[in-house]
Structures are given as structure tokens and as C-alpha cells.
């Protein structure tokens, strides 16, 4: 049985028609905790097919960004758009047939600790597809085939590497093959050749699925690499200060915060050489 | 001038020397000459700024500071400590430090001690609110963990809804396995404690009732205690322990990993998914281990009748079998199904309330157990009341 004989729910994967049109449109969103703001006015549009960074220094509200969009948070005010259909103010059904065409994967992996890697990928597809169980198998097989993990299927999480399990959760995020790829921190916690391996293997699954990929990182490496998009957040100021091809920003921006972060603090602050 | 002021701390001589010491010294009116010399190291005890700031008080204040260190045999982060202190009180009394005396690579960790300012507001205020304020926050502290809580049983009973329907989504493994874990596995704890407790209840009795010659009415009070009562509130209070903490860590640990989230944006309820198997799990077994109970106690009572009361265990057996009544027994196994209800529900809610670190798995643990004995031990209290009103 193969990967095509399952179509994902309904929903419309990027093709050379899409490419290029808004997928993903957040409109004056504002993040907060309780009556703390974190972030406001963040304003910004991930086409089809985009490999779209959400960057900035620690603690500016990378990840609750994230969170916002896949819908573990509600924003304080403003509205996400998943092509024409407003998320935000989405009925509990709709926004699960939404979320059931994202595939995330968490910064720790996430994956289920009492299941193993197959039932973990097994899961979803049990779920919400009418496969027979030995179908879902070798599914949850081709997944792990797919991230380098074959024959890993009966092992449970705590049995295998951190990076392993990384791959694991990508794996998992692929089951139900998603329009959109969210990536918390990918490459955090992961050697540098794992790291770029990952990168490679995101680009590579961006082309083959036709997927938007989002990814939350402050790994310069790779957004150079895979970046094609990208959203600056400021801790600072609260607010997002620069959007874009990340390349074209290295080149171009004139905002002395977004060079010091681009170019690990050579350029742009006055703390800049400091210790050199 | 001149004025040399020899403010050391133990004697100059090298050869005794195994601390490190700082001496004071005016070269000129406008230049403080600060000396150190000997080893600086923490395990030794340091000097502290304390002189420089007893010697600026006492005379007029330098322009400078400088340093000589020409007797430092070596050094440790006690000098860096000595170091800053002394350049805070020259700093607020706006005094100019020359720190080309000291070595070059004590300057720079000075320059990077320094570097970055320290950030107005990161020091929390320690000052405590008002009494008023206090508990006013703590009333609406409560307010809302009433609200949370609720929140948590709307949500159990829409998802218990939908499994009366088939529609809810849980592994079928998983609920097989909580309840062997909270059913089959339990058996050993509540074999001990409830045969424990029947003993216990036996020998009270017997202790009275053997001075009017009624050793035989052991047999009641073991019977009518256990199976009313004792036998659902033991278990509940084993079951808190045991499963109730288990639950709450478990679901606390999935938070913390975000395997939580990961169901919820799957689209599978975690509420169905994790909750609904193991609150199923607990009211199924609960009143299984309570009859259970039941019987271990009786049969504690009847081992203390027969080996210490020197009844035989044929009246005993017939004795029980006349007090006991399908009511106590019935009334019994209900307060055991609704405490299994509390205990699953406490401690699910305690998992999903736990914050994101190690720490507060442990905190949901505990507060499950506190919050499902209180919640055990007070609807006890409820049902003996209301129980005596409508006379069973």
C-alpha cells in the first residue's frame, strides 16, 4: 500500500497554481499573558510553498507566536488567516478539520512516551482515516523510512537519541500529510551536522509534499540555508521590526537590531567588538 | 605629606603570611594607594572593603585610587569580589579609579563584572503587600480555581457524553491497562491495610465489649464498620495515594514534554483521550476493591474473634451474616463509586493545572492527593449525614 492511497483531509496541498498566493495571513495580532503584553501589532503573510522563519533573540515570544497560530493560545487581539478561512474566530469543528492539515513538530520531540514510534505515528491515522491496522503499519513504516528511522518502529522514545527522536516527531507531523510544517526550535539541542541534515531533509519535504513550512529559530545557519521568508521579533520594543527574504535583509536592512542579530552582534550595537 | 596609614590584617612577613592583605597608603593628598599582597583566596578569608571605607571616612576623600600589587602571589575570585566592592564605594563617592597596578587579566574580568548594568526592576520588590490586598488576591485566587474546576467538569461530561455515544476517541489498550494498573495491581495494598483495619475495629470492641460478656457483638461492629463505611473510605484513601498521584504526575509529565499538545492539535481531546479512560478505570474498580475490602475486614474481625475472644468461627460467620444488610452493603459500594470519581477527577485536574517544570509535577502530585482525600473525607462526612436523614 502506498502513500497515495490516503488523501489528507480535503484539503489543498500547494501546487504550481498555489505557489507564490497567501497561505498563512496574521493581522495585527497581539500576545499576551493576563494583562502583560509580549508582542503587539504583528502584522505578516506566508505564501504557498514558503519556508517562512520566525526569528529573534530569547524570549521575545518566538514560541508563543507558534503557539498562536496552531491555536494553544488565543490572541489578546487581532486574527489569523488560513487562506480565506479566519482561524481565529473558527468554530471548534472547523478549526479541528484545520489543525488536522498541520503537521507540528515540538521543540522536545513530543512524541507519546507510552506508545511506540510506529503507534505514535499510527495514532493520528487510526484516528481519522479508514485504514485497516496493518495498512497503518506500513504507513507508519514509509514515515520513518522517509526521516532515516527504519526499522525503528517498536522502540519506544526514551529508547532512542534526542536528534532521533526529533526525526520521530517529523515523522509523526508527516503522518497525515499536511499542508503546513511547524518546526519549534528544529535544530535546538542537535549537533551541527544533525542539524543541517534536518534542514535538509525540511527542504526536501517542503518540495516533494508541496508544503509551507514555518519554522521558529534562532539558528543563523539555517535561516540562510532553508529561509525564503521571515518575521524579526524585538524583545526591546515589543514588536516585530523587520519582514522578509532574511538574505535580502542581511543585504539591505538598515535597523541596527536586525543586523547585530544577522551577523552575530559584528554589526549594529554599540557592544558590538566589545570583548574582541 | 605622607601620611602613611598601615590598616593590615595579619603580619607583612612572607614567610607567615597565608593570607592575602591589603594595606592603605597616602602617597600624596589627592592619590589613595591600596596595597595587596599575600595570596587572595576565598578558602582563606579575605579582607573586606570594609577598611577602604572606614579609611575614607575618617579623612579627607583622594581624587584617585590606584593599586599595587607587586606582593599578590596569586588570586582567586575573592580578590574580584574585593575588587568590585571597591570600586562601588569609589564609584558612589566619585572617586577615579587607576587600575594599571593590577594584572591584566583581573582587569578585564573587573571590565566584564562591569560591563552590563545591572537592570532596574529585575530585583523583586520584597516589600509585602497589605494584609488587604493579600487576601483579597487569595479570594479571587480561589474564585478562579472554582471556575477552573468547573471548567474541567463541563468539559468531563460533554466528553462522557460523547463516549455513551461511541464517539469519543480513546485507545481501548489504554483503558484496559489503567484499569489493571488501578484494579488487579491495588489488590495487595488494600489486602493489607483493610485486613489491618479489621483487626484494628475488632480489638476496639472487643476491649469494651468483653466486660459485659458481649465479645460476640465483635462480629457486628466489624460488619455494620466495613462494609458502611470503613471499607469505601480506606480504599478511597489507598486509592489517593496510589492512583490519584500516579495520575497527576503522569499527566503533569505529558504537559511538561508537550505531548499534551501535540494530542490537542492533532485534533484528539486530551479530556477524552487521557481523562475519560482513567475516571472510567477508577469508578469501574472502585467498588470491586471496596467489596473486596469488605470481606478482608470481616475477615480480620473474625481472626482476633476467634483467636483472642475465643469465639468460634461458626457463630462469628452466622453472627455477621445476621447483621449484615444488602443496604450498608449497597450504601457502601455507591460512596466508594463516587469517591473513585473524585479521586480520577482530582487527579486528572491537578496534572492538566501543572506548570511547566520538574517541581510542579511533584506540587500536582501532592495536590491531587490532598485535594481527593479532602474532597473523600468531606462527602463522608456528607453521606453519613444525609444517609441518618432518610433513615438507611
Known amino acids: ?276 | 605629606m605622607a601620611r602613611c596609614l598601615q590598616t593590615k590584617v595579619t603580619s607583612e612577613s612572607h614567610s607567615i603570611i597565608e593570607q592575602g592583605t591589603v594595606s592603605l597608603s597616602r602617597a600624596d593628598g589627592t592619590t589613595l594607594l591600596i596595597k595587596l599582597s599575600g595570596p587572595w583566596h576565598l578558602k582563606r578569608d579575605v579582607p573586606s572593603a570594609a577598611i577602604l571605607r572606614r579609611e575614607l571616612e575618617s579623612a579627607a576623600p583622594p581624587k584617585t585610587v590606584s593599586f599595587d600589587t607587586t606582593g599578590l602571589t596569586n588570586w582567586d575570585s575573592g580578590l574580584i569580589a574585593f575588587l568590585v566592592q571597591t570600586s562601588q564605594v569609589c564609584r558612589a563617592r566619585s572617586i577615579d579609579q587607576d587600575r594599571q597596578g593590577l594584572p591584566t587579566g583581573l582587569r578585564r574580568l573587573l571590565e566584564l563584572a562591569e560591563a552590563v548594568p545591572e537592570k532596574k526592576g529585575t530585583r523583586s520588590d520584597t516589600a509585602r503587600a497589605p494584609f488587604f490586598e493579600r487576601v483579597g488576591k487569595m479570594t479571587m485566587g480561589y474564585g478562579l480555581s472554582v471556575s477552573e474546576f468547573m471548567n474541567f467538569l463541563g468539559q468531563l461530561a460533554v466528553a462522557c457524553g460523547k463516549y455513551v455515544r461511541g464517539k469519543a476517541r480513546y485507545r481501548r489498550v489504554d483503558l484496559v491497562e489503567v484499569i489493571q494498573d488501578c484494579g488487579a495491581n491495588a489488590v495487595g495494598i488494600v489486602t493489607l491495610i483493610c485486613f489491618l483495619v479489621g483487626v484494628i475495629l475488632a480489638f476496639m470492641g472487643a476491649v469494651q465489649l468483653s466486660q459485659f460478656g458481649a465479645s460476640i457483638y465483635v462480629a457486628d461492629l466489624v460488619c455494620i464498620g466495613m462494609t458502611r463505611d470503613m471499607g469505601a473510605i480506606m480504599t478511597a484513601i489507598i486509592m489517593s495515594g496510589r492512583t490519584g498521584a500516579a495520575f497527576a504526575a503522569k499527566l503533569g509529565t505529558m504537559k511538561v514534554t508537550q505531548e499534551i499538545d501535540a494530542l490537542t492539535t492533532m485534533g484528539i481531546s486530551p479530556m477524552e483521550f487521557l481523562v475519560l479512560p482513567r475516571v472510567i478505570a477508577l469508578v469501574l474498580m472502585m467498588p470491586l476493591l471496596c467489596l473486596y475490602a469488605d470481606f478482608l475486614g470481616i475477615l480480620g474481625g473474625l481472626v482476633v474473634g476467634v483467636g483472642m475472644l475465643g469465639l468460634s468461627a461458626r457463630s462469628y460467620m452466622q453472627e455477621t451474616i445476621a447483621t449484615l444488610t444488602l443496604t450498608n452493603l449497597f450504601g457502601g459500594l455507591f460512596k466508594a463509586t463516587f469517591y473513585g470519581l473524585l479521586i480520577g477527577i482530582a487527579g486528572c485536574l491537578r496534572g492538566f493545572q501543572c506548570g511547566n517544570s520538574s517541581s510542579a509535577v511533584g506540587d500536582a502530585a501532592t495536590q491531587a492527593v490532598v485535594m481527593s482525600i479532602v474532597m473523600g473525607v468531606v462527602a463522608c462526612g456528607l453521606f453519613a449525614v444525609v444517609f441518618n436523614i432518610i433513615g438507611i
Open chain 1, 1 to 276: 500500500m502506498s502513500a497515495e492511497s490516503k488523501k489528507s483531509g480535503g484539503g489543498v496541498a500547494t501546487t504550481k497554481a498555489t505557489i507564490g498566493k497567501p497561505h498563512i495571513i496574521v493581522k495585527d495580532l497581539t500576545m499576551s499573558y493576563g494583562s502583560f503584553v509580549l508582542m503587539r501589532d504583528i502584522d505578516f503573510t506566508v505564501r504557498h510553498g514558503d519556508v517562512f522563519i520566525i526569528m529573534g533573540g530569547s524570549g521575545c515570544g518566538k514560541s508563543t507566536l507558534l503557539r498562536h497560530l496552531i491555536g494553544l493560545k488565543e490572541p489578546a487581539t487581532g486574527e489569523i488567516f488560513y487562506g480565506d478561512v479566519n482561524f481565529t474566530r473558527a468554530d471548534a469543528e472547523t478549526r479541528e478539520l484545520m489543525l488536522r492539515r498541520f503537521g507540528i513538530l515540538y521543540q522536545s520531540g513530543a512524541l507519546w512516551s507510552s506508545m511506540t514510534l510506529a503507534q505514535n505515528i499510527g495514532l493520528p491515522l487510526g484516528e481519522f482515516t479508514d485504514l485497516t491496522p496493518s495498512q497503518i503499519r506500513e504507513i507508519a513504516a514509509l514515515k520513518l523510512a522517509l526521516v532515516g528511522l527504519s526499522g525503528f518502529e517498536d522502540f519506544y522514545p526514551n529508547e532512542i537519541s534526542g536528534g532521533m527522536q526529533k526525526r520521530a516527531g517529523l515523522a509523526r507531523a508527516m503522518a497525515l500529510d499536511p499542508e503546513i510544517l511547524f518546526f519549534d526550535e528544529p535544530s535546538a539541542g542537535l549537533d551541527p551536522i544533525s542539524s543541517s541534515l534536518l534542514d535538509e531533509l525540511i527542504l526536501e519535504l517542503r518540495d516533494s509534499l508541496g508544503a509551507t513550512v514555518v519554522i521558529v529559530t534562532h539558528e543563523l545557519a539555517s535561516i540562510f540555508a532553508i529561509g525564503n521568508n521571515c518575521v524579526f521579533l524585538d524583545a526591546e520594543s515589543r514588536e516585530q521590526i523587520a519582514t522578509g527574504d532574511p538574505k535580502d535583509l542581511l543585504a539591505n536592512s538598515h535597523d541596527p537590531r536586525v543586523r547585530k542579530f544577522l551577523t552575530r552582534g559584528k554589526e549594529g550595537g554599540e557592544t558590538a567588538n566589545h570583548h574582541d
